[in-house]
């Protein structure tokens, strides 16, 4: 790298959010990379994990109030062979 580039990449920019997002998806607590601007990466995809979490736990509360269907399967025997 140049004297002039960040010590960082677009691609540890990409990686650094999607660790985030993952961590915060699994449920995982907060915690980030020691570097600023990675760390502010991985934040911005924790938070969006996060939200994508509680947006499905709130979905899934909402289904798990709703009755199941139930069917029952039968099994089709020919005539004459029953």
């Known amino acids: ?6 010590p960082w990449t677009l691609h540890q920019l990409e990686i650094a ?3 985030g997002y993952l ?6 607590p907060a915690r980030s ?5 990675l760390a502010a ?3 911005a995809g ?9 947006n ?7 289904l798990s109030t709703t009755p199941y269907l139930t069917a029952q399967l ?3 025997v020919p005539e004459g062979q029953a």
Request: charged share 30%; hydrophobic share 35%; glycine share 4%.
């Open 1 to 6: 790298m140049s004297p002039l580039s960040p």
């Open 17 to 19: 959010y999607r660790l």
């Open 23 to 28: 961590e915060a998806v699994l449920g995982r």
């Open 33 to 37: 990379p020691t570097h600023e601007v």
């Open 41 to 43: 990466s991985w934040e």
């Open 46 to 54: 924790w938070q969006d994990g996060a939200e994508r979490r509680r």
């Open 56 to 62: 499905w736990q709130i979905q899934h509360a909402a």
């Open 74 to 76: 039968r099994r089709a």
